[in-house]
């Protein structure tokens, strides 16, 4: 009895393990099988349940144990194969999931490929006015990536596609087919940029010509100006020196321009020089970036779909080239700048020292004007006045201080010559800082430019005084010479009065002559009659001839004052324009209207002396054949 107990608790212990460890099985493929709960696992447990209770009998314990591990196994088989499905599918939805990606992917090297050529477009359009090699470079890049965009869009395409069609059944294969398509997209969106990446470069040098061409002709205007103001100098300085022309021009410029002038105007040529070299290597460089474009595309034949790097490198070389020279013609440019400024300098104070000598001088004319006429008086005060504001402006100039405009020009050249050093100094260096450099020396550059122009505008001041004071000296003049030809006018109005009446008196004279020679004939006195008709008639003709030539030389007289008049016109007119002009070019065109219109009036007041002269001796040989009556 107690070994049957025993071998009844034994299976009854067997069938608790058992049915515990199918439930646990069960509860795992129903955690991942969710349509397979409450169905035949429940059952199992179950018929196990049954199969395993206290009414089985002893001789079938052996059985039931057998049973239950044969369940077991092919609870174990159902399990696998479930799990198995379940893989299947999961890899089914990865192979979508896949496919799908690469269609969105295509898409976005599609939207990026739109903006690659979109940049090519808008290089393309800043080529539009380079010359035909450059044009002709930009095109043939431009079709490659138009080419190579066609690609992109076909397989995106044939990705959007396979993507599209991808189904449970086929989502491997279209997934490859999608990936594949998505592999060729991107390859051509990247030799698309390739291109973009040759465009800029080509673009970069060209622009690097640009100003390279931009600041020669900057250094070429520069040297001008520095070779206009050197003359300047030249022609003042022998002008103040009262030479006429004694020397050979290289004589006069070595004797009259100073020493910073001549360095100035010698440094200005070499900066244009090196600008002008610059330039054309930048032109080359950008005319040979766009062959090695051409050659880069030309270079894509056979089995060679791509661009090869090594030509895109070396265009960057050209390009990069380019920019250099375009930083040599730019620094050049600023040195020839700095150069002018300081010729310009020199002959502002040039040019103040002129104003105080010139406006001495109006002084001094303007006053001898003063004393010989009275009208002149008014405006010679007007010529004084001005001439003292030009001395005064002038010589604020000279001032030695810091605030006066010439002292400042000063610092700011020897201010921007130290800029420009320092940046070749850190060039040499290869320091990062060479950019600062040269924003910093540009800065110089333009403060000096803009001091010169304060001490030139200061100067042109003082000048413009001056010149207004000389217009005033020619009107002056000029209203001199009209009162002193409103009195030669009316002495020769005068002498030709009297040359009239003496006509009148001899027309009598001869009346009286020829009745009383009537009346000699009555006497028988012919002979004697008829002489003295004839010495009246001779008499009155002389008077009458002499009358004649007096009124004409009157009248000429009255009409070259009123041309005198009309000269001081002319002047006034001058002097009115000159005081709203600023202008030094036109402020002169109006001191030598002025100027010539005085000259005109001195020639005109002499051909009145004369005119007045002349009626009068014309006059008294009328009255002297007069008296031969």
């Known amino acids: 009895m107690r070994q049957f107990f025993g071998t009844t608790i034994l299976v009854l212990f067997l069938n608790l393990y058992v049915l515990q460890t199918n439930v646990v099985s069960n509860e795992n493929v129903n955690l991942k099988n969710p349509n397979l709960r409450n169905g035949w696992a429940g059952k199992d447990v179950t018929l196990q349940d049954e199969q395993s209770g206290p009414n089985a009998k002893d001789g079938d314990e052996v059985n039931t144990n057998q049973d239950q591990i044969k369940l077991q196994q092919k609870s174990d088989e159902t399990l696998l194969q479930m799990q198995g499905q379940d893989k299947e599918k999961v890899a089914e939805s990865d192979d979508l999931k896949e496919a799908k990606e690469a269609k969105t992917k295509a898409e976005k090297e599609e939207a990026e490929a739109e903006t690659v050529k979109q940049k090519i477009l808008k290089a393309e359009k800043e080529t539009e006015k380079a010359e035909q090699k450059i044009k002709d470079a930009i095109n043939k890049v431009k079709e490659y990536a138009l080419q190579k965009?066609?690609?992109?869009?076909?397989?995106?395409?044939?990705?959007?596609?396979?993507?599209?069609?991808?189904?449970?059944?086929?989502?491997?294969?279209?997934k490859e087919t999608a990936n594949t398509a998505l592999g060729e997209a991107q390859?051509?969106?990247?030799?698309?940029?390739t291109a973009a990446v040759i465009v800029a470069e080509v673009v970069k040098a060209m622009e690097a010509e640009k100003e390279s061409q931009k600041a020669n002709e900057e250094a070429q205007k520069a040297n001008q100006e520095a070779e206009n103001a050197k003359n300047n100098i030249i022609n003042i300085e022998t002008e103040k020196a009262g030479a006429d022309n004694p020397n050979s021009k290289a004589e006069q410029e070595r004797t009259i321009v100073n020493e910073k002038a001549k360095g100035a105007i010698e440094n200005a040529k070499q900066a244009s020089t090196r600008a002008t070299g610059a330039a054309q290597k930048a032109t080359g460089a950008a005319q040979k970036a766009a062959e090695e474009a051409q050659k880069a595309i030309a270079a894509i034949t056979g089995n060679v779909k791509e661009i090869e790097q090594g030509n895109v490198n070396d265009i960057k070389k050209i390009a990069s080239d380019a920019v250099k020279d375009a930083k040599d013609a730019k620094k050049a440019k600023g040195e020839a700048q700095i150069n002018v400024e300081i010729v310009k300098l020199e002959l502002a104070k040039v040019e103040a020292k002129k104003v105080v000598a010139s406006a001495n001088k109006a002084k001094k004319e303007a006053a001898a004007a003063a004393k010989t006429s009275k009208s002149a008086k008014l405006t010679a005060g007007r010529a004084v006045k001005k001439a003292e504001e030009a001395e005064?402006?002038?010589?604020?100039?000279?001032?030695?201080?810091?605030q006066d405009a010439i002292s400042s020009?000063?610092?700011?050249?020897?201010?921007?010559?130290?800029?420009v050093v320092t940046v070749e100094v850190a060039e040499k260096a290869q320091t990062e800082e060479v950019e600062k450099k040269e924003a910093d020396a540009e800065e110089k550059i333009k403060s000096l430019i803009q001091k010169v122009a304060k001490a030139v505008e200061a100067a042109n001041q003082a000048k413009k005084a001056q010149i207004e004071a000389e217009?005033?000296?020619?009107?002056?003049?000029?209203?001199?010479?009209?009162e002193v030809a409103q009195k030669e006018v009316e002495e020769a109005?005068?002498?030709?009065?009297?040359?009239?009446?003496?006509?009148?008196?001899?027309?009598?004279?001869?009346?009286?002559?020829?009745k009383a020679a009537k009346a000699a004939e009555m006497v028988k006195a012919k002979d004697l009659a008829k002489t003295e008709v004839e010495i009246a008639t001779k008499a009155e003709k002389e008077v009458a001839d002499a009358k004649m030539?007096?009124?004409?030389?009157?009248?000429e007289a009255v009409e070259k004052a009123h041309a005198i008049k009309m000269q001081l016109e002319v002047a006034i007119n001058a002097e009115k324009k000159a005081a709203k002009e600023v202008d030094i070019t036109k402020l002169e065109d109006a001191k030598k209207e002025a100027q010539d219109a005085a000259k005109y009036a001195k020639e005109l007041l002499l051909v009145v002396q004369q005119a007045s002269i002349l009626a009068i001796a014309k006059s008294q040989d009328a009255l002297n054949s007069l008296e031969k009556f």
């Open 149 to 174: 965009e066609s690609e992109v869009k076909e397989q995106t395409k044939a990705a959007k596609f396979a993507a599209d069609e991808a189904t449970a059944e086929n989502a491997k294969e279209k």
């Open 187 to 193: 390859k051509a969106k990247k030799e698309m940029e």
């Open 549 to 555: 030539e007096a009124d004409e030389e009157s009248s």
């Open 493 to 514: 109005e005068k002498a030709n009065a009297k040359a009239k009446q003496a006509a009148s008196e001899a027309q009598e004279a001869k009346t009286q002559t020829e």
């Open 471 to 482: 217009i005033a000296v020619e009107v002056a003049k000029i209203e001199e010479h009209s």
């Open 409 to 419: 020009a000063e610092t700011a050249a020897t201010a921007a010559v130290v800029a």
């Open 392 to 402: 005064a402006k002038a010589n604020l100039l000279e001032d030695k201080n810091e």
